[in-house]
């Protein structure tokens, strides 16, 4: 009886340090800002994970980064300058 006793609490004990570690990282996941939550190179992973279990997240990233690599048109001749506002250059598409 002690040695089942003995397995079964090693489980228990080996499930909450699995479990604890798993919200810790969830926990630090989420409170990270979203313009820097998929900045790193490592996406490979996390990629495929927010594509199975949040798919909106996943299509809001290849959203961005569609846009990201996105190219502004090149300017016409006689086109207008673009204007400054503030420390921004705005260029009107």
Do not use: C, N
């Not at 699995?18 to 900045?39: D, G, Q, R, S």
């Not at 798919?55 to 502004?72: L, W, Y």
């Amino acid at each position: 009886m002690a040695d089942v006793l003995g397995m079964l609490l090693t489980i228990a004990i080996l499930l909450i340090v699995v479990i604890t570690f798993v919200v810790v990282i969830v926990a630090i996941y989420a409170k990270a800002p979203l313009e820097t939550k998929y900045e790193s190179t490592g996406g490979g992973l996390g990629g495929s994970f927010d594509a199975i279990w949040m798919p909106s997240a996943h299509e809001a990233g290849m959203e961005r980064d569609r846009q990201t690599k996105r190219t502004a048109p090149a300017p016409a001749p006689g086109d207008p300058l673009s204007r400054i506002d503030g420390e921004r250059i705005v260029i009107d598409i």
